[in-house]
């Protein structure tokens, strides 16, 4: 990894070192924190997890060819290198920020309450048509993950899109500082991690620290339709951009059609073009995710044939509005998170479909003193929806299921305390051809209950 000596790691992340002066001029050729994936001259960080401590493993690593290890136990007597540090996930988002001040990158920042995800999958889509990309996978967009996402850039990879999540104050700092964005993209401010910001106002506020370290010549892209984002009026002494679905704003949306679970086409306009597309993606908010994807494509020069295309090509991920058909059911996955907004996005989705729609929803988590009114309205927005069969499942779902059962609609609800527990009922509410929502926060662990309606026979 060019400009990653164990001599400018040391410096880095303020440590010492500790081994011979040969190595200390070395480039290691990758960063790691699973001691699995260690590779030949790698440099492995011992985090200290809630169940298992990376210390454990360093001699183990540094058998196997790592290079050198970060350590926050200092060793006698050994004859590996290691640099000791005070903290090591400090250390790994300080070596990380040296590594991106290093590259000659573009790096597009991507957070908000609702569609982080999504619209990190549109973007690179987009980007990918004109640019190597490199993208945030998985769920690697906190102070861990964005760290190891970053030291996967390469020499050939051109832009990288990084999503940014966060649940408090201050770690959206610690976050850009290390991204340094120059293109800053926020979907939304919504209702997730109340429990922690307390109201949208501080969402807005812990969001909007990523400008701080955009690179001066950087661009803020926003959500036009947003009441708070469209408040934002200048960003070190420049506008924002804005997108959204009225001619006011330069990127823009009309002629939307909803083609239920085939997405949704749409005719996008610049400041100087305008051209039709298709998203394959079910879902209205793909059309402001499309939006903010060719605001990037154009401050990053590229042509509306090229965005078209990116916007065309683009996929979902599992767990993140991902369409499965099997031989008996059409799944629509969306169990990797969600909120109130979230929530009543997919039943939008779901209510597109054709024949009996089938909505499976688990607890909400992260929102605060509101939490069983949130899930309460949540139950009603279904059952006015007139979805087929609602099944609540998880503790705080029962207001979900309570809210439902007192609308005049004909929504069959139904609740149970466990996943278990509605598998055992399964064959009363699921029929074959149905096509069902599965929803909840990533704590309720409904990605099994996908796998077992994707194995489900009638």
């Known amino acids: 990894m060019k400009n990653m000596t164990l001599k400018e790691i040391t ?12 190595a200390f001029l070395q480039e290691v050729s990758s960063v ?19 169940r298992v401590d990376g210390h454990r493993f360093i001699p183990q690593v540094m058998e196997q060819g790592a290079l050198c290890a970060i350590s926050e136990e200092h060793f006698d007597d050994v004859d590996f290198s290691y640099i000791q540090v005070a903290s090591c996930e400090q250390a790994l988002k300080d070596i990380a920020e040296h590594y991106r001040t290093s590259l000659n990158i573009k790096v597009v920042g991507i957070s908000g309450s609702v569609g982080k995800t999504s619209t990190k999958e549109m973007i690179a889509s987009i980007l990918g048509e004109k640019f190597n990309v490199l993208k945030t996978e998985g769920n690697l967009n906190n102070e861990i993950g964005l760290p190891l996402t970053i030291f996967n850039i390469t020499t050939e990879h051109e832009i990288a899109v990084l999503e940014m999540g966060i649940s408090e104050f201050g770690e ?39 400008f701080e370290f955009m690179n001066p010549s950087g661009s803020v892209i926003l959500n036009g339709e947003d009441d708070l984002l469209s408040t934002v009026t200048s960003v070190q002494g420049k506008p924002p951009i804005f997108f959204g679905l009225s001619d006011s704003d330069p990127f823009y949306a009309t002629d939307v059609k909803d083609l239920g679970l085939e997405g949704t086409s749409a005719c996008f306009h610049t400041p100087k073009s305008s051209f039709p597309a298709h998203i394959p993606i079910p879902g209205f908010h793909m059309v402001l995710n499309a939006l903010a994807g060719i605001a990037a494509g154009r401050i990053l020069g590229m042509t509306d044939e090229e965005i078209k295309k990116g916007i065309e090509h683009a996929n979902t991920i599992a767990g993140r509005n991902h369409l499965i058909k099997t031989a008996h059911l059409s799944i629509i996955d969306d169990c990797y998170n969600a909120n109130i907004v979230s929530m009543k996005a997919s039943l939008d989705v779901l209510s597109k479909a054709k024949g009996r729609k089938v909505a499976i929803l688990g607890d909400m988590f992260e929102l605060g003193e509101k939490e069983k009114e949130m899930h309460y309205e949540v139950g009603q927005y279904a059952a006015s929806l007139s979805i087929d069969q609602l099944v609540c499942i998880g503790d705080l779902a029962k207001e979900m299921a309570d809210g439902a059962i007192r609308t005049t609609s004909p929504t069959k609800t ?45």
């Open 172 to 210: 959206m700092e610690r976050l850009a500082k290390v991204a340094r964005p120059d293109l800053c993209i926020l979907t939304n401010i919504g209702y997730a991690h109340l429990e922690n910001l307390k109201s949208r106002e501080g969402i807005l506020k812990a969001k909007t620290a990523m």
């Open 414 to 458: 139904w609740y149970f305390k466990t996943k278990e527990d509605f598998l055992d009922s399964i064959h009363q509410i699921i029929e074959e051809h149905d096509t069902i929502l599965v929803k909840a926060s990533n704590g309720m662990k409904f990605s099994w209950l996908v796998k077992a309606l994707e194995d489900w026979n009638i």
């Open 32 to 50: 790691t924190i699973d001691s699995r994936t260690i590779k030949e001259n790698g440099l492995f960080v011992a985090i200290r997890g809630e």
């Open 11 to 22: 410096a880095a992340c303020n440590g010492v070192y500790y081994g011979n002066e040969e």
